[in-house]
């Protein structure tokens, strides 16, 4: 069985950054495994611009900002392989692919990274009733058809979810001749950012229905109508609101879920609230040599984030392998508070000489004039003011690690309104 | 000319065809869309039943308990997922017991094998996410789960590799008689000698073009709720509820896959091509599922779906010669447990033809067997590097969900009545079937069924011949 | 009276809520940086977009290529912008980068390509 120093399980930013990392930090013998037929994962498809303003300081394309990440990686010599599909991992690191190529094949690993990225939720999942006619798409899947085929998916379009993908698709949808009749979003705001309502909705006139969703889908064999319905404040339909509309494609844009099939194999704890893994600040998962890092840990929404996190996930792995990973200085559990949805990593160790943690958590509501407030046991430790958050906005909360060191305590992050 | 043709071509009709296809006679079989199984086929609760359920010296009675034994064989010769894991029918209070002990009395009467009634311990032994209702369970150890598309696609397969010819798209308008049938399809004339109504929803509309009306057959339509596959089974067999005239209750099953299937419920419809799914209907349905396993955890569905059951005006199946039409033969108002009961219908109406006949020859080239579409993943690793070594193909996964490679996809095509839609794929090879509802692979099932059938990938479509999917390419002039 | 427009920066992800008050001099409030404040200037007086698209290819894995305008351009020939870039097929290999319409309608923007592709 041929064996590797590192095995990093997807080719696109996260597990790029994360064998580029490796690499700069000493690590010769890697692999990078990818299921398509080319690395960069989601990014292909992703052509609009907003990526690399924190990395590069530049805006960059999603192709572009793969594209740089892609050529470094040619440039470090580092083996991959494509058209690869990773279908089982063990908790001992032995990995067995399939390809073409190769057919069949189980190799072992002194360390691997987990970088699946993730997968969206489906119509299915959301329980819309009526009929099951062509026309309806995940917004992803769409996406694909339409930038890399080249394929139109429809002419007369409604999107269900006001996410960024959403909101993009909107625009490209325009932009390639279609008419997108509204985007709905179920509560009362838009799920993605402000920018993307600006330019992809406001730019070409196209409604944003807040409080709305889609209840029914029509159409014998292809989309013909749906039923709209306006949402009260406890997401129920407000009955005698139903409005049917004409359109022949229906768009899904309901969330993102990490995929981590190939985790739990391995027996990987998942963490119910992300769907990830349960990490440490060093991007471990709990099982000895396993690290994961991008979307399969929590949904991003900057990319640049992902190759923050994942060069932390490549550059211990490195240390890993290379025997120095040190004891842990702490044993800190976090938490969710509340407000908070959920918290990455879920465990603080301090295994090298960190001098910052980084948390990583979303709200679970909009609000305004609140403020972060981190608890280590029942003592403050940081409070940070912010004007404006929303769940569909990742946020950042910094904690000097001399605060933690030696601490069992449990780790709180919660959301208050200021001048409480 | 023919010598039989069956009008539809579901289960019914694919097994009937099947059994004709021994002897040496030329057949044809009737289908009015672009694949077989569309009809209720395509959407029912895949339960094999035990047949205690059905009154004797009925036809449900009499072909369930005939029917259901002949499974094991059928599955193995075609190579169908089947599983016998029993069933239970669940009583929520003393009173409902006594309905039990009315099916077991009945079961012992249809001479169905291994009843008994089972009290609540025991049965939280056996299934320990039952509700805290339930006082008591009428087991039947010989009721079964299956694939009824796999069943008929590999019935029709079969039929077709021995001889019978399918003709798909073919929309019967009218019957005429004189020596002979003319059978009139929007696709011309068929004549045969012989021919049997297997129409489903339909089969009271294809009776009346050649018959004195006699039955009338109405659409009721059941809707279901499908679960993602979990570590640990919501039930282990098949859970019904307190049988009432309605149907059989909301059900809990786990399918030949591994999902969860929850429903049906049971509503009329005048629509007989309406399938869609209702959200009251099935929030009824998660209601009443609920008293059987309280905490379903209905936040792994992955989709919901509708199927139409042909429920006749005589309350039972109709299988006869029509009398002032001879040579035309009902084989109508098959709804539950139409599938349990369809290898013992498929015989008997063979028989019914093959009493026409003085000396029928048998097809000396019958073969039995047919061998499905491997299932890559259920390979051992040998098996798996022999195959790829033979195909390549079956080295690229497409579907991520239910892990299915390319190579099954193309085989999938190939074969005779070979899928030429994205769900004639779903149906025999899985991608799509899986919690990503094909997001995944759908785009790359469309490629590999446009290269396989050498047909513009515009042209491809989803399942029935309107349901197209690219409505054009990006960059074309706009007017 | 001056008129006072609320305005959600596009120049990042941040989306800072500005606050735009036409005068003698356009006046840009709340930009959390330079970008900003020009943005709020240019959107009130000649507002701007980076186009991002993909144009056919020929003889390479995939039928279509992304790609974007190098500078924002006027926001009035987006549509105009596509139309040209609807006009165009290209032959592999493309390297990322590669000005693909040289001063797209005039405006001095290239339209660039927002990836290298090879010829198959």
Same mark, same amino acid.
């Given at each position: ?420 | ?187 011309? !004339? ?110 792994? !569905? ?107 996809? !193309? ?5 005779? !009545? ?62 | ?120």
């Amino acid at each position: 069985m041929k064996h590797y120093e590192l095995v990093v399980i997807g080719g696109g930013p996260a597990g790029l950054a994360a064998a580029i990392e490796a690499k700069k930090n000493g690590i010769e013998d890697i692999l990078v495994i990818e299921r398509d037929k080319e690395l960069g994962g989601i990014l292909q498809q992703c052509i609009h611009n907003g990526f690399g303003l924190q990395m590069f300081k530049e805006e960059l394309t999603g192709p572009e900002y793969a594209e740089r990440y892609i050529v470094e990686l040619g440039k470090m010599n580092i083996p991959y392989k494509i058209d690869t599909m990773v279908v089982d991992i063990t908790a001992d690191k032995e990995i067995s692919y399939m390809s073409v190529a190769e057919g069949f094949v189980t190799i072992s690993a002194t360390a691997i990274v987990l970088a699946m990225g993730c997968r969206e939720r489906t119509r299915g999942a959301v329980s819309i009733s009526g009929t099951r006619p062509s026309g309806v798409y995940n917004a992803g899947m769409a996406q694909l058809l339409i930038n890399t085929e080249g394929f139109n998916v429809g002419k007369k379009v409604i999107i269900l979810g006001s996410g960024d993908i959403g909101l993009i698709m909107a625009r490209r949808l325009t932009l390639e001749g279609a008419e997108v009749v509204g985007v709905l979003s179920r509560g009362g705001y838009a799920a993605g950012l402000a920018r993307n309502v600006v330019q992809c909705l406001d730019d070409f006139n196209i409604p944003l229905m807040l409080n709305r969703t889609i209840i029914k889908i029509n159409g014998k064999d292809r989309v013909e109508s749906v039923v709209l319905v306006d949402m009260d404040e406890n997401k129920q339909p407000i009955p005698g609101s139903e409005e049917t509309v004409e359109c022949d494609t229906v768009l899904f844009s309901v969330g993102l879920i990490p995929e981590n099939e190939l985790s739990e194999k391995a027996d990987i704890h998942l963490d119910r609230k992300t769907k990830g893994p349960l990490v440490d600040d060093t991007m471990a998962t709990d099982v000895d040599g396993i690290f994961a890092c991008g979307n399969v840990v929590h949904v991003h929404d900057i990319v640049d984030f992902v190759s923050f996190e994942s060069e932390k996930a490549g550059k211990n792995a490195a240390k890993y392998i290379q025997g120095i990973r040190g004891k842990s200085r702490s044993h800190v559990k976090t938490k969710a508070g509340n407000g908070i949805g959920y918290i990455v990593p879920q465990e603080i160790q301090l295994v090298h000489d960190e001098k910052i943690v980084e948390l990583f958590t979303r709200v679970r509501h909009v609000d305004t004039d609140v403020k972060f407030v981190v608890k280590l046991g029942d003592k403050v430790i940081r409070e940070i003011k912010k004007n404006h958050v929303t769940p569909s906005e990742m946020e950042k909360i910094v904690i000097a690690a001399s605060a933690l060191e030696l601490s069992n305590e449990i780790l709180t992050v919660e959301v208050t309104k200021e001048g409480v | 000319m023919y010598d039989v043709a069956i009008i539809g071509a579901g289960v019914i009709g694919a097994g009937i065809a099947r059994e004709l296809s021994r002897y040496d006679i030329n057949v044809a079989l009737i289908e009015k869309e672009n694949d077989v199984s569309m009809g209720t086929t395509k959407a029912n609760s895949a339960i094999i039943h035990a047949g205690y359920d059905a009154l004797p010296n009925t036809n449900k009675g009499k072909f369930n308990a005939l029917g259901n034994p002949m499974f094991d064989k059928l599955c193995e010769e075609l190579d169908v997922p089947f599983k016998r894991i029993g069933s239970y029918v669940l009583a929520f209070s003393e009173e409902e017991v006594k309905t039990l002990e009315e099916l077991y009395q009945r079961g012992l009467d249809n001479n169905i094998p291994g009843m008994e009634i089972v009290k609540r311990d025991e049965l939280l032994k056996r299934e320990p996410n039952l509700g805290d209702q339930v006082v008591a369970g009428l087991f039947a150890p010989t009721a079964g789960i299956i694939g009824p598309w796999e069943l008929t696609i590999a019935l029709a397969e079969n039929a077709v590799e021995n001889g019978v010819e399918l003709l798909l798209n073919h929309e019967v308008l009218d019957i005429k008689k004189n020596d002979t049938f003319k059978v009139i399809t929007n696709e011309g !004339v068929i004549e045969t000698k012989y021919l049997i109504n297997c129409a489903g929803v339909f089969a009271d509309e294809i009776h009346n073009m050649i018959a004195e009306k006699s039955f009338e057959i109405k659409a009721w339509k059941g809707q279901y709720y499908l679960l993602d596959k979990m570590k640990e089974p919501v039930v282990n067999s098949i859970m019904f509820q307190c049988p009432t005239d309605k149907g059989k209750g909301i059900l809990i099953l786990p399918t030949v896959h591994n999902n969860t299937l929850i429903g049906p419920d049971s509503e009329m419809f005048d629509d007989k091509d309406d399938v869609e799914t209702d959200s009251d209907n099935l929030s009824f349905i998660q209601e009443k599922a609920k008293r059987t396993v309280h905490n379903l955890p209905m936040n792994q !569905v992955i989709t919901s779906f509708a199927g139409l059951r042909a429920k006749p005006s005589t309350k039972d199946f109709i299988i006869e010669e029509v009398k002032d039409v001879p040579g035309f033969f009902d084989v109508a108002g098959i709804e539950s447990p139409g599938l349990s009961s369809a290898p013992a219908i498929a015989v008997y109406v063979a028989d019914l033809v093959k009493a026409k006949y003085e000396d029928l020859k048998e097809n000396i080239a019958f073969n039995p067997i047919r061998k499905a579409v491997p299932h890559f993943m259920s390979l051992s690793n040998e098996e798996k590097q022999a195959l790829i070594a033979k195909d390549a193909r079956y080295g690229r996964i497409v579907c991520r969900c239910e892990w299915i490679t390319e190579g099954e996809i !193309v085989e999938s095509i190939h074969r005779k !009545v070979g899928a030429t839609t994205v769900d004639g794929v779903k149906r025999r090879v899985r991608p799509g079937m899986g919690r990503c509802q094909g997001g995944f692979c759908g785009a790359k099932v469309m490629e590999i069924l446009s290269r396989e059938l050498k047909k513009d990938i515009k042209t491809i479509v989803k399942d029935r011949s309107d349901s197209y999917i690219i409505t054009g390419e990006t960059k074309e002039v706009r007017s | 009276m001056s008129k006072v427009h609320e305005l959600i920066c596009i120049a990042c992800p941040l989306g800072c809520h500005l606050k735009v008050t036409e005068g003698d001099t356009i006046l840009v409030e709340h930009a959390k940086c330079k970008r900003g404040e020009a943005y709020g200037v240019k959107e009130l007086t000649n507002p701007t977009r980076i186009v991002t698209s993909t144009m056919k290819i020929e003889g390479a894995m995939f039928s279509r290529i992304p790609v974007r305008t190098a500078q924002d351009i006027p926001k009035h020939l987006i549509f105009e912008c596509m139309k040209e870039i609807n006009k165009v097929t290209l032959q592999a290999p493309i390297k990322m980068g590669d000005v693909l319409i040289e001063n797209l309608l005039g405006t001095g923007v290239n339209v660039i390509a927002s990836r290298s592709m090879k010829k198959v």
